[in-house]
């Protein structure tokens, strides 16, 4: 029976929470307890930080669960903290480091400017749109990148449990970033080729991944726009995560222009949230925030959806959902667009 004003309290708190794990993130403390308990000044010697104020930041990490203090004094590493290691299997290092940059941070402080405006404040913030500060900053679009390329990994499994892509002779993957998942859809459909389209500022770092993943010599990788081009010799066209970075006029032209490619028996396949009704909790509600903000996009429900496709001469056949807050919307071109 906690009070209004205690709740909201820790509600407009909750961000100190991201600026904790950022920082042990950021520090790399995460490896350097992976060997076993240190004590706070053993740690900041590792890490290159003040003492004390190491001890503060583990202390804190304790309360929410990254270490577990000891009687001795020394900190361990608990399981949630062990996400944090770099090069791990599960590590979840690189998203933290885009979500709690600085850079990433700043236009979410100009949330209700963008409720006022209707436009992504990240443009004032950053100084141009999100996808010019990427090309022109490659530090960051580096962490972003990484960040998109490890939730591709952690969406995979129910992915792949809800849809089958055996059926497919070649896959083209519209926007896909470094390629990872053209790489997994390779995997599980191994007589498969696949064709990444991407700008040509990603060309060659997707072409090392695709090589990495042992994949390159399945693969066509073809730069360009799909506001202007698309492949036209798939049989399954994807896009993760894309659609959802546009507002309704930009992404009817996108998935047009896919339409206008793409050959007449092929399938198009959006691995995007879905938005339920009324008060139903799902991580798109807060994510459709986040798409207004950086780039004017937003998150849709089934009927949005379903207007979209029909717009762009597609017809909606169905939506999978997956465990997680992704799901497949399945469509088949109709008529001519």
């Known amino acids: 029976m906690v009070p209004p004003e205690i709740g909201l309290l820790e509600l407009a708190s909750g961000f100190m929470g991201t600026h904790v794990v950022y920082a042990v993130a950021k520090l790399g403390i995460a ?54 290691r770099s090069g791990t299997p599960g ?43 990427l090309d022109g900053n490659p530090e960051f679009a580096a962490t972003f990148n990484d960040a998109m390329t490890r939730l591709t990994d952690l969406d995979w499994p129910t992915v792949a449990a809800a849809y089958d892509f055996t059926p497919y002779s070649t896959i083209v993957d519209l926007g896909g970033g470094h390629g990872q998942l053209l790489a997994l859809m390779l995997g599980a459909a191994p007589n498969a080729k696949g064709v990444l389209q991407e700008r040509e500022a990603m060309v060659g770092a997707a072409e090392a991944h695709l090589r990495e993943a042992g994949v390159v010599t399945r693969c066509r990788i073809d730069s360009g726009s799909f506001f202007e081009t698309a492949p036209s010799d798939g049989d399954l066209y994807v896009m993760r995560r894309v659609i959802h970075d546009f507002d309704d006029e930009q992404a009817v032209a996108i998935l047009s222009t896919v339409r206008r490619h793409m050959p007449r028996r092929s399938t198009l396949l959006l691995l995007d949230s879905v938005v339920p009704p009324g008060n139903t909790p799902h991580f798109a509600k807060t994510l459709d925030l986040d798409m207004l903000i950086f780039v004017g996009g937003r998150e849709r429900t089934e009927r949005q959806f379903g207007t979209l496709l029909d717009r762009a001469g597609f017809r909606l056949t169905r939506i999978v959902p997956t465990v997680s807050t992704l799901s497949l919307v399945e469509a088949a071109p109709g008529r001519s667009s």
């Open 31 to 84: 490896d350097v307890l992976a060997a076993g308990p240190l004590c706070a000044d053993e740690i900041a010697a590792e890490v290159g930080s003040d003492p004390d104020a190491t001890y503060r930041l583990l202390r804190a990490g304790a309360m929410f669960g990254l270490f577990t203090e000891r009687s001795d004094g020394r900190y361990g590493l608990t399981g949630l903290g062990g996400g944090l």
């Open 91 to 133: 590590s979840l290092l690189p998203v933290v480091l885009m979500l709690g940059d600085p850079l990433y941070q700043g236009p979410w402080g100009r949330l209700a400017e963008s409720v006022r405006t209707g436009e992504p404040a990240a443009e004032v913030a950053l100084g141009k749109q999100m996808w010019e500060y």
